[in-house]
């Protein structure tokens, strides 16, 4: 019998397959989409034919391709063409990078940003629609601030929205009001949705070019497989997907997360999408806010402003109504819970869903999970919910204020990323991309280095975990979160040849490089569909 040739052999002295907690030498020999085999050159060798394509790739790092599990996919092809606000000290430092921005794109109709946050500003004191005003006087610009829960408006982009001082607030949404009862240019959590459907309403072309731009980029990290969580219907472009698809042109595995609040559409959407490629995963919704605009719900009031504790984005009742009806209908679930009172509520609406339905392998999840009551840490491991999580949030928000407002006894249980995986909770990387850049190395860097937002500090040393288990939680994490464990996020003989090599040996560099590391290569269903040095020729 004739041994099948490869179209693709790649080779390097330092391997991470995901299986052991230290990279090895290896050769990986590929054919069509699947890993045909793997071990030393010489026992490859023999899959070698005048087709195969070889790469000796020395001392770089070859490991499972990244698997982002939590990203906004349109909002952040949209970021990747818009202004980033994150590194102005100053409400007048924005303003002269969003009236740069917005002379260089004068074919832009709306100026849309993101990323900017007071918590580092000179003042700390929130911006108003004033400062817009001045360089965009009859141009709308909506920017979000960086946890993407409430944006900053200019008076044109009210004017289009039809917000005035007599606009109510919709449900679980606030218009931020000045002393004299007049909008002042932030919205926050659903009154966002007043502003974005005029700055988001793209045309089909539209969403293509710029979702191709996001494929493009995604490739250059090394991130072949995404999950999409539900979050602005004005721009969701599932029928774009497809059409990627179809043509042959998906360079990452997409999951889809819909909204838990419509089971009968989600099922619908389930039946549609159901490839290797573009598939509906289970259902999300947001139970909380955030710490910073004292949205998140928290058992305990805040600290800083003891008349609140937040509240939930929908009745405690309803939530785990809608919970109990996917559960029984087989989905997946996954709440956005950043304050310890949602957390709470998102594991009792799973528990309580489990004792209704039966249990079952339903590998339910929580997003975030900021602020946690130590009482609820073990009940991940019992009730078999995943961690889903994103190590760089915490330096994204200033951490002074963010102590302020939670205070000093929950503050020792912030972002408990080793204690969760100690308690035998499964852990899942991401990085909420638009919120924070797609980058995946600069969340495994503050998963191991735990640095603060002040890049000196060490942020609850306990709470690091070693690069090997965040190496893991970024590949074999989402693919058991999405059922995939069998075919994604170790390299594997049978499985998909889903793979990136980066320029040097993670295991080798000093913690402080990690985040700067670049991708050699990265392979996509056993096709390249990034190669630096091609794309260094062609520049």
Not at 58 to 83: C, R, T, W, Y
Not at 101 to 124: L, R, V
Request: proline content about 5%; hydrophobic content about 40%; aromatic content about 10%.
């Amino acid at each position: 019998m004739s041994q099948q040739k490869a179209d693709l052999i790649l080779t390097s002295n330092a391997v991470f397959t995901g299986l052991t907690d230290h990279p090895e030498p290896a050769s990986i020999a590929i054919a069509g989409n699947t890993i045909i085999a793997i071990g030393t050159e010489e026992e490859i060798n023999c899959y070698a034919g005048e087709q195969t394509k070889t790469y000796a790739f020395h001392d770089k790092l070859l490991m499972p391709g990244f698997h982002d599990f939590h990203l906004h996919i349109m909002q952040g092809a949209v970021a990747l063409g818009s202004v980033n606000l994150f590194a102005a000290r100053s409400e007048a430092e924005a303003v002269r990078m969003v009236e740069a921005f917005a002379a260089s794109k004068p074919e832009h109709p709306w100026i849309i940003g993101f990323t900017w946050d007071a918590g580092y500003w000179d003042t700390q004191q929130d911006p108003s629609r004033h400062s817009l005003d001045r360089i965009l006087p009859d141009r709308p610009a909506v920017l979000f601030h960086a946890e993407g829960h409430y944006a900053w408006v200019n008076s044109k982009a009210l004017e289009i929205a039809s917000i005035t001082r007599d606009t109510p607030n919709p449900p679980y949404g606030i218009i931020g009001k000045d002393e004299n009862g007049e909008p002042n240019g932030l919205v926050y959590e659903k009154a966002i949705g007043l502003v974005i459907r005029h700055a988001f309403n793209f045309t089909h072309e539209q969403k293509s070019e710029i979702f191709a731009n996001f494929l493009a980029h995604a490739a250059s990290l090394g991130v072949t497989a995404v999950h999409d969580l539900h979050a602005l219907k004005t721009i969701e472009a599932y029928d774009v997907f497809n059409q990627f698809e179809a043509n042959g042109e998906l360079t990452s595995r997409i999951h889809l997360w819909p909204a838990l609040d419509d089971l009968e559409k989600a099922k619908r959407l389930r039946a549609a999408y159901q490839s290797d490629k573009l598939r509906v995963s289970g259902l999300k919704q947001f139970i909380d806010g955030v710490i910073t605009s004292r949205t998140a719900y928290m058992l305990e009031p805040y600290a800083d402003q003891p008349d609140t504790r937040g509240e939930t984005s929908f009745p405690p009742e309803t939530i785990k109504k809608w919970v109990a009806a996917a559960d029984k209908d087989g989905f997946s679930i996954r709440f956005h819970a950043i304050g310890d009172g949602a957390i709470r509520l998102a594991l009792d609406a799973y528990e309580e869903a489990q004792q209704a339905n039966g249990k079952r392998d339903s590998r339910h999840a929580i997003e975030h999970i900021e602020v946690i009551h130590p009482d609820d840490i073990q009940r991940f491991h019992e009730l078999g919910v995943i961690a889903s999580m994103q190590p760089d949030h915490f330096a994204m928000s200033e951490r002074g204020v963010y102590t302020e407002r939670i205070g000093d006894e929950r503050e020792k249980h912030v972002f408990a990323i080793r204690t969760l995986q100690q308690a035998g909770a499964k852990l899942a990387f991401g990085t909420d991309f638009p919120i924070d850049v797609l980058n995946p190395l600069l969340q495994i860097y503050r998963a191991v280095t735990r640095i603060d937002s002040s890049g000196k500090t060490v942020w609850h040393p306990h709470e690091r975990i070693t690069l090997a288990d965040a190496l893991k939680a970024y590949t074999a994490g989402p693919a058991y979160g999405s059922f995939r464990e069998h075919e994604l996020g170790t390299l594997e003989a049978g499985k998909l040849a889903d793979i990136v090599v980066l320029e040097k040996n993670l295991f080798d560099v000093p913690e402080e490089d990690i985040p700067d590391v670049q991708v050699s290569l990265t392979v996509f269903d056993g096709k390249v569909v990034y190669d630096r040095e091609r794309v260094q020729t062609m520049e």
